[in-house]
C-alpha cells in the first residue's frame, strides 16, 4: 500500500523552474504541450469528498488565472512556433491506489504526525494522452494537484509547458513544514491568516503555528472564557470567534494544513490579568526589564491550584476549538524574579511545600493532563525540557526556538522536536530594536535571508539513533514590527525556504533554487499573494547571470 | 511680507500626538473641540486655483473618512464626557498674507529651489469662533491644511481634538526634503507612485527624486527617443508614457511636491544598447564584476561625440516632460576598466587627444549645456565634484549617498548638496546580498532604522559660512529588492523620519517622536498606505511604557 516508501532515500532531482519544492524525483522532456480548451481533471475515486472536489476547481482555476509567463527574456514569445504544433492535454485523471481509505483531504491533515500520508506520481506524456496522478490519499492528490498547477505558463491565451513528457514521483521528507504567526502582538484578520495558508499550500506545507495569544493582547475567543478577549482584545473587532476558527481550520484542513493552537503559558499571559487580575503576578510591573523579557510584564501564578486549574479548563475548551492532534501550551521565557516577588506566589509554595520548579511541574502536568484528557498531544517551547525539571509524556513535541545548536539535547533526552531556530529561521530579525529608546541592534539581528534559511541541516549534531525524532520545522513570524501591512512581505518568499528543507531534503544549491524560487514568487503575486522581488526582474529573466562569476 | 522669517531660529516644540512632522512653534490647550457637523473650510482668496479648491476638498475628505481614533487605551471613549459639552468649530478661514501673488500650488512646488514660500500661520480657538490659516503662499496654505487634517480624531461619530486651543506658526528649515524611488531595477506602477506621493505629502515631503531609468530596464517613453523604452522595458507595459508622467507630476505639484527626474548616464545605461548598441560599451561583459558594481555592465560611450549627442538631445527632450527647475544627469559609479577595454571608446580618446577624465567632462558639459538651454538646473551624484574632474557649473546641485562624512567635502568645493547618505537614508540596507551565489551581508548592511535617520544632523562638519549651501536631504529606495509589493512597509513610516529632521530641524528626541511617528504611521494606514507597525499596538496605546526603563 504504501508503494513510495522508498522515496525517503532519493537525492533531490535536477529540476523543472516552476516547482517549489524540488520533487524528489523527477524527469522531463523538452517537449512543449498545451491543455486543451476543453482540458478536465477527472477523478476516479468513488464518492470523492467534496474538498478533493474543491481542490479540483481550485487547480483549474489556476491553470486558467495564474497567466504566468515564463521567466525568460520576451516571457513566452520564443515559444510560439513549438505552441503551433504542440500537442494538446486533455485530460488529467486522479485516482488511489488500491485499497486506499477514502478520507477528505481535511481529515487526512489532521492525523497524527508521522501518519499522515502525502506521496504522489505524477505522469504527463508527451503525446497528449491522458495524464495521470495516483496517490495513497486524498491529501497525496491535493500535494499532487499542486505540483501539476505549477508546471503550467501562459502565453497568449496558450497554457502550456515546454518540459513534457514529465514523471514525477515525490513524498516529503519530514512530517512538519510549518510557519508560526503570532497574532497578539499586533492583531491579524482572518483574511490575511487564510492568504497565508493559500500561499503556504502552494508550497505544501502542512502545518500552521498558530501563536494567537500572549502578553499584548488575548484576541481568541473561548467558549466559556469569553472574557479574557471581552477585556484582552485590542478592540472588539480585533478577535477571533469560535466561528472565524472553524473557517479557518477548515480553510486550513482542505488545503491540506493542520493548525496547531498555542496559548502561551504561564508566562506571556500578562493580558489575562485584564480578565482576572487575582491570577496574575508581577502585572505590568515596572521596570519591565525585571520581570519580563518584553513589555508587559505578567505571568500566570503557577503555584496557585485555583489558577492551574482555570488554565487546564481554559485548555480544554480550546482544545474543542481545535481539531488538530496537538496543541502547545507554549512555556518560553518564564521569568523567576516575578514569582520571586509576588507575595501570593510564595504564599502559595509555602502552604504546598514546593519549590517554584515543582510547582511548575504540577502546573504542567494539570494543563497537560487537561490536553490528554481531550486527545491531545501537548507541545510546549525547548526551555520546558532544556532549563526546567518538569515532568513530560514522551509524548511531547519540543520546539527549539533559541538556537539551532539545542536540537540535539532535546533529541538526547528522547523528545519529538520541531526545529524553530531564531539564527536560521525568525522572519522578523534584522529590522533594528523595537523598544521605545532603546537604540542597539535587536537581539536576533541580521536579517535571516532565505539562503540562511535554505543551508539548514535538520539533522546537524543529531545521531542517526534519533534521527526519527525530527519532526521537521518552521520558519516564524513574531509582531512586535509587524502587521498585516508587511505580513506577505516578510514572509513570503522566504518560508518557502524551509519547505523546501523540510520537503526535499536539506543540502538544495542555492544557485539552483534561486530561479525557482523567483517562479514560485511571480506565481504567489498572481495569486494575490504580495510575495517580494528577490532581485531586479532583469536576473529574475537571466537565471545566473546575476551570480558573481557570471 | 515674510512675516514668519525669524521662525528658523526657534527650537523645535512640544508637540500634538499627531503632528509630524512637529511644526516649528506650538502651543496647545486642553479643551475639547469637535468639529460642527457642518462644519466647513473658506477660502478668503480671489479666484483660488483650483488646486487650491481641491486640497481643500481633499482635506475635508480626510476630516470626515480618516476616523482614526486616539491613540490612548480605550481610544476615544475617555473623551465621551468631555464631548458632550465641547463646543463645535465650524469654519476654518483661509487667507494670504496681504500683498501675496496668487499663483497655483502646482507652480509654488515648481519654483527654483530656496525660493518656494510653505510657511503658514494655524489659530484654532477653544470657544467654537471661526479658525484661522494664512500663509504668504498657496502652497504656505497647503502645508496648513495639512497639519489642520492630522489633529483632529474620531469616535462614535464625532470629529475632534482634545487640545484646543492650539496655535502654531511653522516654517521648514530645509527646502529639499526628499525621497527617492528607483523604477528601473523593478518596475511601479503608476498607482504606487501617486499613493506615494500623497504619503510624502502628508509629511509635508517637497521632493520626489525619480530614478526612472538605470542599467536593468527603460520605462520612459521619451518623445522622438520611444525605441529606448520599446526595446528596454521589462514589457510593454511597464512603462511611463508622456501621459503618465504629466499625471505623476500634476498630481504631485498639487500636494506640494517638485519632482526632479534622474536619468543616471553615463554609467548605469546598458539597457540603451537594446535599442542602440552601438552607443554602449562593454553591454552584458562578463564577469560584470570587472566591469560595474551590479549586473548588467554596459556604459554609454562617452568619449563619442555622436553618443554625447544623442544624450544631450535625449535630455532635452526628458527636460520638456518634466516641468521642475532641476534634473539630475546621475553621473554615480562610472567603471573606467570598461572604458580601457572599449576599442571604440580608445579609438575616440585617441583620435580627440583627450584623457577619459577630460572626455567625461566634455560629455557632461554637452548634456549639461542642453539642460541649461531648456531652462534647468543640473543634479549629479556626488562622484561628479569629488572623483573626477569634471567642469561643472556652480549651480548644480550634488546628491551625496555614498557616505555622510563626504558632504563636507561637496560643501567645501562650494556646491550645494542634498544629503542622501547610505549610512543613514538608505531604505533598502539590511536584507541581506542579492547576488545570486552570493551569501555574504550586503555592502550596506544593517537595515536603517527609522531612529538611525533621525539622528542625522544636516550640518555635521559642514562650516557655517557654507552652511547655507545644504538644501536639505531625503531617503531612498533602491530597488534590487523591492516591487510594488513591499514598497509602502519598506518606506513608511520610515521615511518619515528625514521628513521631520529637515522640516522642524535636527536633535529630536526618539522617545518624544516614537508616539507621534506612531499616530502618522495609523493615519497613512486609514488613509490606505501600508506603513508598517512599529510596535505591538499594546505600545502604541501607551506612550512610554515600553521605554527600556518603563
Request: a negative charge; hydrophobic letters at 40%.
Amino acid at each position: 500500500m504504501r508503494f513510495l516508501s522508498l522515496l525517503l532515500a532519493l537525492a533531490p532531482a535536477a529540476g523543472v523552474f516552476g516547482l517549489w519544492p524540488q520533487p524528489r524525483s523527477l524527469e522531463t522532456g523538452s517537449t512543449a504541450l498545451k491543455l486543451a480548451s476543453d482540458f478536465d481533471i477527472h477523478v476516479s475515486v468513488q464518492h470523492p469528498p467534496s474538498d478533493l472536489s474543491d481542490a479540483v476547481s481550485r487547480t483549474k482555476s489556476f491553470l486558467q488565472n495564474d497567466k504566468l509567463g515564463r521567466l525568460v527574456v520576451g516571457r513566452g514569445s520564443s515559444d510560439s512556433s513549438a505552441l503551433k504544433t504542440a500537442k494538446s492535454l486533455k485530460t488529467l485523471q486522479l485516482s488511489l491506489s488500491k485499497g486506499a481509505t477514502v478520507r477528505s483531504i481535511t481529515e487526512e491533515s489532521r492525523l497524527a504526525l508521522g501518519t499522515r500520508s502525502e506521496e504522489y506520481i505524477l505522469d504527463i506524456p508527451a503525446d497528449g494522452s491522458t495524464a495521470t496522478l495516483t496517490a495513497n490519499s486524498t491529501l497525496g492528490l491535493l500535494r499532487g494537484l499542486t505540483t501539476f498547477s505549477q508546471l503550467f505558463y501562459e502565453w497568449s491565451g496558450q497554457i502550456y509547458t515546454v518540459e513534457a513528457p514529465i514523471s514525477i514521483t515525490d513524498a516529503p521528507a519530514y512530517p512538519w513544514r510549518g510557519l508560526m504567526l503570532d497574532t497578539s502582538r499586533n492583531f491579524f484578520p482572518v483574511a490575511d491568516i487564510m492568504r497565508t495558508l493559500d500561499a503556504m499550500s502552494l508550497v505544501k506545507m502542512s502545518q500552521f503555528h498558530w501563536h494567537v495569544t500572549d502578553s499584548q493582547s488575548f484576541p481568541l475567543v473561548i467558549p466559556g472564557f469569553t472574557e479574557l478577549a471581552n477585556a484582552g482584545a485590542y478592540d472588539p473587532s480585533m478577535v477571533y470567534s469560535p466561528s472565524d476558527v472553524q473557517d479557518i481550520v477548515d480553510y486550513a484542513g482542505a488545503r491540506g494544513i493542520d493548525v496547531m493552537v498555542e496559548i502561551d503559558t504561564p508566562g506571556h499571559t500578562a493580558i489575562i490579568g485584564a480578565a482576572h487580575p487575582e491570577y496574575v503576578a508581577c502585572a505590568e510591573a515596572s521596570p519591565w526589564t525585571t520581570f519580563a523579557n518584553e513589555p508587559p510584564a505578567g505571568q500566570l501564578r503557577l503555584a496557585s491550584a485555583t489558577v492551574a486549574n482555570f488554565t487546564a479548563k481554559m485548555f480544554t475548551a480550546v482544545a474543542k476549538m481545535f481539531p488538530s492532534t496537538v496543541l502547545s501550551t507554549g512555556g518560553d521565557e518564564l521569568n523567576t524574579e516575578c514569582y520571586a516577588q509576588d507575595s501570593e506566589t510564595q504564599a502559595d509554595l509555602t502552604s504546598t511545600g514546593r519549590t517554584l520548579e515543582q510547582a511548575l511541574s504540577v502546573f504542567t502536568q494539570t494543563t497537560h493532563g487537561a490536553l490528554k484528557a481531550a486527545g491531545k498531544t501537548p507541545a510546549v517551547w525547548e526551555e520546558m525540557v532544556l532549563d526546567h525539571n518538569v515532568t513530560l509524556s514522551n509524548e511531547t513535541v519540543v520546539l527549539v526556538w533559541i538556537s539551532s545548536m539545542n536540537a540535539a539535547a532535546v533529541a538526547e533526552k528522547n523528545f519529538r522536536l520541531v526545529h524553530a531556530p531564531s539564527d536560521y529561521f525568525y522572519l522578523d530579525c534584522g529590522a533594528g530594536e523595537w523598544i521605545g529608546d532603546d537604540v542597539a541592534n535587536s537581539w536576533c539581528d541580521p536579517f535571516k535571508t532565505w539562503q540562511k534559511a535554505y543551508t539548514f541541516d535538520p539533522q546537524a549534531n543529531i545521531s542517526a539513533s534519533q534521527a526519527h525524532l525530527v519532526l521537521g520545522g518552521e520558519q516564524a513570524l513574531w509582531t512586535e514590527q509587524s502587521g498585516p501591512e508587511n505580513l506577505d512581505p516578510i514572509v513570503w518568499p522566504r518560508a518557502a525556504a524551509s519547505a523546501e528543507v523540510f520537503w526535499t531534503g536539506p543540502g538544495g544549491n542555492g544557485s539552483e533554487a534561486l530561479p525557482r524560487l523567483h517562479d514560485v514568487a511571480f506565481r504567489m503575486r498572481q495569486r494575490g499573494v504580495k510575495a517580494i522581488q528577490l532581485q531586479p526582474m532583469w536576473c529574475a529573466l537571466r537565471p545566473g547571470q546575476c551570480n558573481l562569476d557570471s
